[in-house]
Structures are given as structure tokens and as C-alpha cells.
């Protein structure tokens, strides 16, 4: 990643994007583990931004168009209140190849570029940031099972991805 400072979104710079995808539903940050497993998260859109290196999850019920639409505008939103004013998308195909995903890029005058069928290396800071996301999250919630298996729940693991970026984020490369 560079040697900026990270944390920081560069402005104008081009952000790769990627879904990173759990078999365990986790749970939501405001219900305490009471909601039904319907509502819990499935997954994640990961944004990279490419100058920086700065990484942002957007963490989803479901990964249709429609969740991935609102999870692009709250990273939008973030980017804005940052001083970053996004021109364009990497991304994996898939979702991100919907009509309305490409509608609601084009309608922000942004350019969005899909990776080749296979070319997973076209994409590769997404890909690496989703390695990088789930390893340390990996990590840090096998760290937990082993010091506190009577409270050890997989179901947090969208708490242990959310703060291995905060860590990534905010720690010099």
C-alpha cells in the first residue's frame, strides 16, 4: 500500500471494489444479538481506495443490488465528508455488473471498469483487501475462542473485521 498516511482517501483517486462473502450470519452492531438470523449480515462490500491503500467496509444484509447501491452511497457519503470526490470503480463482475449498480455509478458522472471473466488480477486491490480484512479477523477471533471460549460467538465476526480495518487504516505501512 503507499506510504501516505493511513486513513486518508486521496481526492480524485480510483477506488477497486470487491464483496467478501460469510457462510455465518453475523450479527448487527445495535441489537445485542437479538435480531432474527434474517436481518444479520451475510457479508461486506469492500472499498479500496488505490492511492492510499485505505480500506472500507460496508458490511450488508444481503448482497443484492439494492444493498450494494445503499452501501455505495454510505461509502460515498464517507468519502465526501473526507474531502474525496470519487471518479471512478474497479470491480469484480457480478453485482456490480447489474444495470442499476452501473446506473447509480453513471448517474454521479463516475466510470466504472469490470474485471475480465477470470481476471481476478485486474481487480487485485480488492482482492487484497478482502485477503488482508479476513485474515487479521480470522486471527483475532481465534485469539478470542482460545482466551474466552465461554463466550466465544462467530457470529461477532463482523465486529472483529470492522476493527482489523481500524487497525489497518490507522497503522503505519
Known amino acids: 500500500m503507499g506510504s501516505l498516511k ?53 458490511f450488508q444484509v444481503t448482497l443484492n443490488a439494492s444493498d450494494s447501491i445503499a452501501a455505495l452511497k454510505n461509502f460515498e457519503r464517507d468519502a465526501l465528508n473526507k474531502g474525496v470526490d470519487v471518479q471512478s470503480y474497479n470491480t469484480a463482475n457480478g453485482i456490480f455488473k447489474s444495470k442499476r449498480f452501473v446506473q447509480e455509478v453513471m448517474k454521479n458522472s463516475q466510470v466504472i471498469r469490470c474485471s475480465g471473466v477470470g481476471a481476478k488480477w485486474q481487480n487485485g486491490a480488492a482482492e487484497g483487501a478482502i485477503s488482508v480484512v479476513s485474515s487479521r479477523a480470522r486471527t483475532m477471533m481465534i485469539h478470542a475462542a482460545l482466551h474466552w471460549p465461554e463466550v466465544e460467538d462467530a457470529a461477532l465476526w463482523p465486529l472483529a473485521v470492522q476493527h482489523a480495518l481500524h487497525l489497518y487504516n490507522h497503522t503505519p505501512n
Open 6 to 58: 493511513t486513513g486518508q482517501l486521496i481526492p480524485g483517486s480510483r477506488v477497486f471494489c470487491d464483496q467478501l462473502e460469510s457462510r455465518i450470519k453475523g450479527r448487527l452492531f445495535h441489537t445485542a444479538g437479538r435480531e432474527p438470523d434474517r436481518d444479520r449480515f451475510c457479508g461486506a462490500t469492500i472499498f479500496c481506495d488505490a492511492a492510499s491503500g485505505c480500506i472500507h467496509p460496508e
